[in-house]
């Protein structure tokens, strides 16, 4: 069975960057597509940015447009988020998803998969 597992989750300043990752570690990884959710304290869990199996499809929530960026390496059964400008309201548990079709990786309710996330904390 798909099994997800998220790192680079950390500290950073407003303004600053990080990279998560979130490794597939089975076969079937490329028949999903992924998404990445956010769950802040007292918050329920949202979607974020979700990519197709192929890569060739993502979307974003509004508020990480042009400031977040996913991507996935295949051969590597990884899915990255970049995320650039990062303000105090993007702290969260961070989890990525396997949805079977696009679609299904970008909603909260229709994934199939998660991992146990990786806690983002921007504070000064």
């Known amino acids: 069975q798909l099994k997800l597992v998220e790192s680079g989750g950390g500290l950073v300043q407003p303004g600053g960057s990080l990279r998560l990752s979130c490794v597939g570690s089975t076969v079937p990884f490329t028949s999903y597509g992924i998404g990445w959710f956010r769950q802040a304290p007292g918050k329920e869990r949202e979607g974020v940015s979700c990519i197709s199996s192929t890569g060739t499809l993502t979307n974003y929530t509004d508020s990480v447009k042009g400031r977040f960026t996913i991507s996935r390496d295949n051969a590597k059964k990884t899915v990255y988020l970049q995320m650039n400008s990062l303000t105090p309201e993007d702290t969260g548990d961070y989890y990525c998803?396997?949805?079977?079709?696009?679609?299904?990786?970008?909603?909260?309710?229709?994934?199939?998969?998660w991992g146990k996330g990786t806690l983002v904390t921007v504070s000064s």
């Open positions: 998803g396997a949805g079977l079709g696009f679609s299904r990786s970008c909603t909260n309710t229709a994934i199939n998969l």
